[in-house]
């Protein structure tokens, strides 16, 4: 699953061959060819076990001399307290020393680097990938593989660090399960990103849109090339405009192909709810769901205030703050489709949205 996230949107995003193993107290792995994850009978993937050392120790698995008894997290422990360096070095620690020339610290990254780097190569032969990428605790340890340099021409693929952390295994579960309710859909998906203005609702859907690989429209977005060429806007037309752009979304999902998905940024209560009904209904939309992002009044009035001066021309100024504050006390969910509410001052969980939005829109 988390090799799924990264090439979907990670650190391999638009790669087809990836192998990935992933450094912790053990190692694990996978590998996808031409976009497909490699599953074997059931196994595959038991890539911790690649054997760099035939004569090695017995690992658990039952055959000697298995990377994960020389590369992993427990044996770069190890080997710490054979070095007898302190115990707890974080490998970025380890890797920063041994940049600075200090031979105790190159000597221990050699040593855990050089039997990584021979499972890598066997990986490289195997399976000859676009990347290979290091994920788990230790994925960061990419530089200390420059201590055990690839050597031939076969060997040269390029090592990376994976990009989404501990999330990636739950939102590859997310992306899967996105991936077969489109397979099994011809219907278009849409998911709201409501909130009243400076209610952080645009961070979130770009975020989001990003995830998904979907097409991201907002009501300024559409606006804003308007207000950037038409001089004297004022308040009452910029409202026009809003109306005008609101349409305009709409008539560009309608216009999609089957199977389409949007992620639409919009204060959606500024125009009446029926109205929205029959844009969903004339559209295609057969997917919807909610994200209601929130925040505290009084933040919502900050937060616009704080950017009145990059507002442009037809936005109202200072005098809506208390009005914003008041309708921010007020304002809910559409109510048209299942809603998750985004507190928007924290960082968003993009994982945990990501699966919601999979249950949700898997129809
Ligand atoms: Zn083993």
Known sequence: MALIAEARVGAAKGLANVVMLTIGTG????????GRIVNGKQAA????????????PICVCGQAGCVELYSSGTALGRLTAEAGLPSGLRCE??????LSGDVPHCALLASWAKPLRAAINTLSATFDPDVLLLGGGLG????ALDFAPAIGRWYQTPVRTAALGDDAGMIGAGLAA?????LRHVGKKVVLVNGVPASGKSRVASQIANRLGWQMLSLDMVKNPFLAELDDVDRLFNRRLGKASYRAIWDI???????????????FGFQPLEQLDGYLASSGVDGLAELWCSAPPEVIGERYRARLTER?????GESY?????ELARSAAPTGRAPSLTINTTAPLNEAATLVWLGEKLKL
């Open 312 to 316: 442009l021309p037809g936005h109202p």
């Open 93 to 98: 620690e380890i890797l920063e020393k041994a």
């Open 253 to 267: 999902v309608a216009a999609a192909p089957p199977g389409a998905g949007f992620v639409i940024d919009a204060w």
């Open 140 to 143: 960061g340890a990419a530089g």
């Open 27 to 34: 190692i694990g792995g996978a590998a996808m060819l031409d």
């Open 178 to 182: 996105l991936e077969l309710a489109g």
């Open 321 to 325: 703050v208390p009005e914003l504050i």
């Open 45 to 56: 993937g038991q890539l911790g076990h690649v054997v760099v050392q035939a004569d090695g």
